[in-house]
């Protein structure tokens, strides 16, 4: 019996130990081959806590049956004294208490092991600062070799990232991507009349479904088929009209890529004429609710 308890309380702990490692692995996205030690991680403690609960079932529950009735309870006075003298000693660590405290320990573990991974749906409280952005009135828009974009070097049919000039390209309302279309295609919202200069548009280079990149672009080669140009996010296929403000017009995205008003310099240089239509980024809870700012 008391081996039994000992292989509970060290199944026990293997479980929590197991359950803290998938958390670690999880916070340190920089462990090499991390999926397959995370899945190792949560499967032994699973494992384990199985294990535990098997030898609880078949070492330390008592089965037997009694064949006779239990014989009439003597002593009952002195059985009270001794349960109170017991209570007034205060709690004792029995072997019982130490599996049970062992139990719950891993369970407790293993709850948050499997409450981590929900951190990936996205932030829950610092929402704010996914509406900053680097671009203001002015910013130049230059290439990935830091070249300022010209507005007669943007062609049709053609596929273009920006960045802006002097300013962290990690940021995630940084990149863009830059079309050009006739600007008799162009239908863009209310109030948006003047931001795409000789039919040149910008967009937020990130995908308001998942956060990937938008790095397709689909001319209409075929026209039965693809009626229109339409920037395509190929991870999960999400589809927006350029000339539309980025309408989706397919796949799970659940609003338009947010835009970004253009201006043309006095020497021919593409410059922000101000910040994005919206917040950029995925559709996180809360993050439609709130405007982009530079």
């Known amino acids: 019996m008391k081996r039994a308890e000992l292989a509970v309380v ?3 702990g293997f479980s929590a130990a197991c359950a803290v490692a998938f958390v670690v692995v999880y916070a340190i996205d920089r462990i090499p081959h991390q999926t397959q030690f995370l899945g190792l991680a949560l499967g032994l403690s699973f494992l384990a806590l199985a294990a535990a609960c098997a030898v609880i079932g078949f070492r330390l529950v008592d089965t037997s049956e009694a064949s006779e009735e239990y014989p009439p309870e003597e002593h009952t006075v002195d059985v009270l004294q001794v349960e109170q003298l017991l209570d007034e000693g205060g709690r004792r ?4 208490r130490l599996v049970l405290g062992a ?3 891993a369970v407790t573990a293993l709850g948050a092991a499997l409450a981590v991974p929900a951190l990936s749906l996205g932030p829950a409280l610092d929402l704010e600062s996914l509406a900053d952005t680097p671009w203001r009135r002015g910013r130049l828009l230059v290439d990935e070799d830091g070249k300022p974009l010209r507005a007669d070097e943007i062609e049709e049919d053609t ?3 920006a960045f802006p000039a002097h300013a962290d390209r990690e940021q995630i309302a940084a990149p863009l991507v830059l079309v050009r279309l006739p600007v008799s295609a162009l239908d863009l919202p209310t109030g948006r009349e003047g931001w795409a200069p000789h039919g040149i548009v910008a967009y937020s280079k990130i995908c308001t479904h998942a956060g990937c990149a938008i790095s397709l672009y689909r001319k209409p080669t075929f026209p039965a088929l693809q009626p229109k140009p339409a920037l395509v996010c190929p991870c999960h296929y999400s589809t927006f009209d350029p000339a539309r403000g980025a309408k989706v017009l397919f796949g799970p995205a659940g609003r338009p890529l947010p835009q970004l ?3 043309i310099d006095e020497r ?4 922000a004429a101000g910040t994005f239509s919206g917040p950029v980024g995925p559709a996180w809870w809360g993050v439609r609710s709130r405007k982009a700012r530079s």
């Open 10 to 12: 060290a199944l026990f």
């Open 93 to 96: 660590l029995t072997r019982k």
């Open 103 to 105: 139990g719950a320990g």
């Open 159 to 161: 596929f273009y990232s």
């Open 261 to 263: 008003p253009l201006a």
């Open 268 to 271: 021919g240089e593409l410059r």
